[in-house]
């Protein structure tokens, strides 16, 4: 059996861990640091959430004339400790990998979110792709709960 590849990531955030988590399902806070101006070159054309174990996103964003849709489902929300939700671009589905966010207090005010992406030992190349992508995102995040 082949070793996943995996992305990781570890962000602080000067925000409560709720807030945080919050901000991974509400299509409004997704449009503000995951996808979009904030974060790439890229427009924002769709962002649907079912937010519930078993719901489904789809986050479908035009880059350069290129429609590219994030799709995936949820397998747990533990607000505001834990996510883990699958993740594929629709056109490389049924193949999906398997993010997992980690959010732990510091406080009434601050928390640190660990995130790992696991991916198929074939996609072990974009593992160091995939966590800067991550990062940027975190950063966006930051920004966008600091405004």
Same mark, same amino acid.
């Given at each position: 059996m082949s070793t996943p590849a995996t992305a990781s990531i570890s962000k602080r955030f000067a925000a409560p861990a709720e807030r945080v988590f919050d901000a991974w399902?509400?299509?409004a806070w997704i449009g503000r640091w995951m996808f979009g101006p904030a974060v790439r070159d890229e427009k924002i054309v769709r962002l649907t959430v079912d937010a519930r174990v078993g719901g489904q996103f789809s986050f479908a964003?035009?880059?350069?004339g290129t429609l590219?849709?994030?799709v995936g489902e949820y397998l747990a929300?533990?607000?505001p400790h834990r996510l883990v939700f699958t993740w594929a671009t629709r056109d490389? /589905?049924? @193949?999906?990998?398997?993010?997992?966010?980690?959010?732990e207090p510091l406080?009434?005010?601050a928390c640190q979110l660990t995130l790992h992406h696991e991916m198929a030992p074939e996609w072990a190349a974009f593992a160091d792709r995939a966590?800067?992508?991550?990062?940027?995102m975190a950063d966006a995040l930051e920004r966008a /709960?600091? @405004?």
């Open positions: 399902l509400d299509p964003v035009d880059r350069a590219v849709d994030h929300l533990e607000r490389a /589905l049924p @193949a999906t990998s398997k993010v997992t966010v980690r959010i406080g009434a005010t966590a800067a992508s991550w990062q940027k /709960l600091s @405004a």
